[in-house]
Antibody, heavy 123, light 106 residues
Framework: QVQLQESGPGLVRPSGTLSLTCTVS??????????YNWIRHHPRGGLEWLGY?????????NSKPSLQGRVTMSLDNSKNQFFLKLTSVTAADTAVYYC?????????????WGPGILVTVSS | EVILTQSPGSLSLSPGDGAALSCRAN???????LAWYQHRPGQAPRLLIY???TRATGIPDRFRGSGSGTDFSLTISRLDPEDFAVYYC?????????FGLGTTVE
């Protein structure tokens, strides 16, 4: 059974860069069958899809104005890890960040999730 | 983007009760591409239903999804103690994929 696990700093300074890693177990990123996503859950708010990356390195990001130009995803197939960078963070980026797998074409549902990591933006 | 409104915000129930959760979209969800997730505190969200009514692997048949167009529902019969959680709907008919704010079953 696939497992995903987020890791990274729990505290980021305003205007800094949020950097997270998702480590995938029990399946290979470059099997080509899945798309790997980042999703966040704002405190007292909703879930927000940030984007996905495919094993080829192809990415699609949420084009929401508040995210545009700030999100970058990458991966390391040899380590079975993929990454999220979010630049110029503000308090509005405080959230629980999840990595999740999409089994169908990068535009479907999410069949496996990590447990999430709380990232707080604060000085 | 498609806005999903879930109701009620919370349900106060007891084990053995049934639960009816609603998810309403502000526009038609293409090809009924709607999923439901269960989220227990501190755990990874769990896929329950996709394609409006298809149960994910290992999901018991007391979870039933239905609906079409803009109105969808998740019904849980005979609540188990482990079913007390937050439930989210998600649409994947239109990009970007969006989620409802959740219904807490407590």
């Amino acid at each position: 059974q696939v497992q995903l696990q987020e890791s990274g700093p729990g505290l980021v300074r305003p205007s800094g860069t949020l950097s997270l890693t998702c480590t995938v177990s029990s399946t290979s990123l470059n099997s080509g069958s899945y798309y790997y996503n980042w999703i966040r859950h704002h405190p007292r708010g909703g879930l927000e899809w940030l984007g996905y990356i495919y094993y080829t390195g192809d990415t699609v990001y949420n084009s929401k104005p508040s995210l545009q130009g700030r999100v970058t995803m990458s991966l390391d197939n040899s380590k079975n890890q993929f990454f999220l960078k979010l630049t110029s963070v503000t308090a509005a980026d405080t959230a629980v960040y999840y990595c999740a797998r999409d089994p169908y074409g990068g535009d479907s549902f999410f069949d496996s999730w990590g447990p999430g990591i709380l990232v707080t933006v604060s000085s | 983007e498609v806005i999903l409104t879930q109701s009620p915000g919370s349900l106060s129930l007891s084990p053995g009760d049934g639960a009816a959760l609603s998810c309403r979209a502000n526009e038609t969800i293409s090809r009924n591409r709607l999923a439901w997730y269960q989220h227990r505190p501190g755990q990874a969200p769990r896929l329950l239903i996709y394609g409006t009514s298809t149960r994910a692997t290992g999901i018991p048949d007391r979870f039933r999804g239905s609906g079409s167009g803009t109105d969808f529902s998740l019904t849980i019969s005979r609540l188990d103690p482990e079913d007390f959680a937050v439930y989210y709907c998600q649409q994947y008919g239109t990009s970007p994929r969006t989620f409802g704010l959740g219904t807490t079953v407590e």
